[in-house]
């Protein structure tokens, strides 16, 4: 590792928002590397995070695994299976590592530091599985398993409460039927832009009442959306 690189990163700042303290943080400055970066700085000698990327999202998911299965010996495979994709989408891994502050520290290129929404959700969803490929490269598997439990397992019973383990609109569905009992229905209310970048902009319905539009570059991302947004609407 160069001066640079070491310079160009607070290592110390990064263990200290990760609870630990690596015995090469090599693996550290590859977990944190985005692939973007290394075009732009052809100095640098670390490697880009997708293979830690890669190896991380298996650790997680027998970590994640092991939990549900103990936490919940009642619920069938499917739902367990549903749950644990809830647990660790990209929503909520982004969640995690922008709470734990990890955005101040990934080293991106210029134009992918000025990328915001659901472009930076991604990045910041495979930095945190690089972080625990990273993890258990330096420390092993119980170490890789402290660090998830800390920073994931406790959104669990949210979204079990609150059945985020379905989609949108089964969720929107079951929970119209439960409070109206009416079966709502959704409406394309327009779509704008050229053929290879429309945005739909979908209403949902409770009978005649529109109780929330979304908009989509597909129909049904635009009715997930208008879902999520009538469940927050009617405070269900």
């Known amino acids: 590792m160069s001066e640079e690189q070491t310079n160009a990163v607070d290592f110390e700042a990064l263990e200290k928002i990760l609870g630990v303290s690596f015995s090469d943080r090599i693996h550290l400055l590859t977990a944190i590397t985005h692939r973007s970066y290394l075009n732009e700085h052809r100095e640098a000698t670390q490697d880009h995070n997708e293979r830690y990327e890669f190896l991380g999202d298996a650790v997680l998911e027998l970590v994640v695994t092991?939990?549900?299965?103990?936490?919940?010996?009642?619920?069938?495979?499917?739902?367990?299976?549903?749950?644990?994709?809830?647990?660790?989408?990209?929503?909520?891994?982004?969640?995690?590592?922008?709470?734990?502050?990890?955005?101040?520290?990934?080293?991106?290129?210029?134009?992918?530091?000025?990328?915001?929404?659901?472009?930076?959700?991604?990045?910041?969803?495979?930095?945190f599985e690089a972080l625990i490929g990273a993890l258990y490269l330096d420390k092993g598997y119980e170490a890789a398993e402290q660090f998830i439990a800390a920073n994931l397992f406790d959104k669990t019973d949210t979204i079990v409460a609150k059945r985020l383990w379905q989609d949108a609109k089964s969720r929107f569905q079951e929970l119209a039927?439960?409070?109206?009992?009416?079966?709502?229905?959704?409406?394309?209310?327009?779509?704008?832009?050229?053929?290879?970048?429309?945005?739909?902009?979908?209403?949902v319905f409770l009978g005649s009442e529109q109780i929330a539009e979304g908009q989509g570059r597909a129909k049904q991302e635009a009715e997930q959306s208008a879902a999520e947004r009538a469940i927050e609407a009617r405070g269900w």
């Open 66 to 127: 092991d939990f549900l299965f103990a936490k919940f010996p009642e619920k069938p495979e499917g739902e367990l299976t549903s749950i644990r994709a809830a647990l660790v989408n990209t929503t909520s891994l982004a969640d995690a590592s922008t709470q734990l502050g990890v955005n101040d520290f990934l080293l991106l290129s210029k134009g992918e530091e000025r990328d915001t929404g659901r472009a930076r959700q991604y990045i910041l969803a495979n930095a």
């Open 177 to 203: 039927q439960e409070h109206t009992s009416i079966t709502p229905r959704y409406e394309t209310l327009g779509q704008e832009g050229p053929d290879h970048d429309r945005v739909f902009t979908v209403g």
